[in-house]
């Protein structure tokens, strides 16, 4: 793993030396799963179920990011992830505080938006 990569990952919050240790210190293996993270759709997911106000498939969407970003050691998006998991869990639309959660997710599309970036820009080449 590039150096610089490792250290922008861990300046921007991701626990490289922990996700390291649960791919059993294998580096290329670690690069490949956290490269497949800029094929996730879950994030496009929630942005677009939240235009729709269908909480329960943003919840779904935040719930499994929270989840692909905890193996991942993507913690700022897990952060933000699971907070709004915690916002919409089990709530009728009438009972969710639509201005929390869209709060909340501008937190999650900007720790989203800075790990994607630094993932587009250290994909190796085909």
């Known amino acids: 793993m590039d150096e610089n990569f490792r250290k922008q990952m861990e300046e921007n919050g991701a626990d490289v030396e922990t996700t390291l240790k649960r791919f059993m210190g294998k580096e290329a293996m670690y690069m490949k799963y956290v490269m497949k993270f800029l094929d996730d759709e879950n994030f496009n997911k929630i942005q677009e179920s939240l235009k729709n106000r269908d909480y329960e498939a943003a919840f779904s969407g935040a719930h499994t990011l929270k989840g692909v970003t905890a193996n991942l050691g993507l913690n700022p998006i897990n952060a933000a992830a699971s907070e709004m998991s915690e916002l919409l869990r ?29 993932l587009e820009e250290n994909r190796p080449q085909a």
């Not at 929390?100 to 501008?106: G, L, M, P, Q, S």
């Open 90 to 118: 089990g709530k009728a639309a009438a009972d969710v505080d639509a201005a929390k959660v869209e709060a909340v997710f501008a937190e999650l599309a900007e720790a989203y938006g800075r790990i994607r970036k630094i």
